[in-house]
Structures are given as C-alpha cells and as structure tokens.
C-alpha cells in the first residue's frame, strides 16, 4: 500500500516465518509495483539495512499483540501473535535504531496495552504524535488503536474512528481506506 501511495519509496518488507515470506514475495511479485519492493527472512532484532538504506523515514508495523494471554496450540500464530520473540520494548528499541531524525513509526496497538506502551515508547524517547482509537462499531469498546511515533517530540492528535457495520461503512473510514480498495461497498 506503501509502494501505492508513494510513488519514489522503496519497500524492505521483513518477515521471520518461512511461509508468510514466500507468500509476500509471492504478492510483491503480482504487484505493479515490484521493483520498489523487496521482502526479507529475518528477525526485526537481527535485520542489518544495507548502507544506501541505514535509516529509515518510515516504519510501518502490525506488531505482535499479546503479552501474558493464553497462547495458542499453533505455534506459528504464536509467533505472529504473541509477544515472546518480540516484546514491544524490544520493537520500540529497534524501531529507534532504524528511523531517521525525521522518521516515523506507524503501528497497531490493542487498545487496552496503550498505556504501558507509550511509557515504554517515552523511556527510548519515541513521542506520539498520534493517536487514533479505533472502534468496530459505535457500540462497542475499542479494541486497536493506531498510533504514530517520531523520535521529534510534536503535538500529538488524538481521534476516534468507528468502522461500522461490513454493510454500512462509516464515511469516515470509507474516506481513510477506499484509496487501497479496487471495489469498495458504500455504506
């Protein structure tokens, strides 16, 4: 979506499990964008950039989840899910090892770890500078929330965005996610 959206950008994807690294690689193969994209096996801990790419202004990451949940029997939604491997302080550490000055982290964060979180994210001196809290519908509690850090200590805006019903998109989110879709049902 990256590649979409931002004609000159260059794409490192990095994935620790086999499967889902031939399946990116598989996509990035289909896409129109191809040659700005490349995917890597590796551990977030353990990925060395090349020299051309030591930093970057961007960092874009759907993290793992869980901290101290019932895991569960399958090993690999383990990994992806749960913060065993990768705890969020060692996300946040690396995250500052590889952003620019300028740069920005972009992640999902359950709602309810939003707190901790952030004290951990001002401890490595990452400052929000935005926050979203993202609900399923307006009748339920949040669940995610979107958050965006810069080691630049700014103004951070806070929002909520409600989803709505899969009939009935809300406009908000409809604006926010139809660049992405080719067909996209209007509430």
């Known amino acids: 979506m990256q590649a979409q959206r931002f004609s000159s950008s260059r794409i ?46 961007a960092i874009i990451t759907n993290p793992p989840f869980f901290s101290n949940d ?20 060692a996300l946040l550490l690396n995250c500052h090892r590889l952003l620019s000055d300028q740069g920005r982290l ?31 519908a307006i009748d339920c509690p949040s669940k995610i929330s979107l958050i965006g850090l810069s ?9 909520d965005l409600v989803i709505g019903q899969v009939d009935q998109r809300t406009e908000e989110f409809l604006a926010l996610t139809a660049p992405y879709y080719l067909a996209m049902k209007k509430g």
């Open 12 to 57: 490192i994807g990095i994935e620790c499990d086999y499967p889902a690294v031939l399946e990116a690689k598989q996509n990035a193969a289909k896409s129109p964008w191809k040659d700005r994209i490349r995917i890597m096996e590796t551990t977030l801990q353990a990925f060395k950039p090349d020299p051309e790419s030591a930093v970057f202004d």
């Open 70 to 89: 019932l895991p569960s029997p399958d090993l690999r939604r383990n990994l992806a899910r749960h913060t065993v491997e990768l705890s969020h302080q």
């Open 106 to 136: 972009c992640l999902v964060i359950p709602t309810g770890r939003l707190d901790h979180f952030m004290h951990l994210a001002a401890e490595i001196q990452l400052f929000a500078f935005q926050i979203t809290t993202v609900f399923p």
């Open 151 to 159: 080691k630049q200590n700014l103004s951070c805006r806070k929002d």
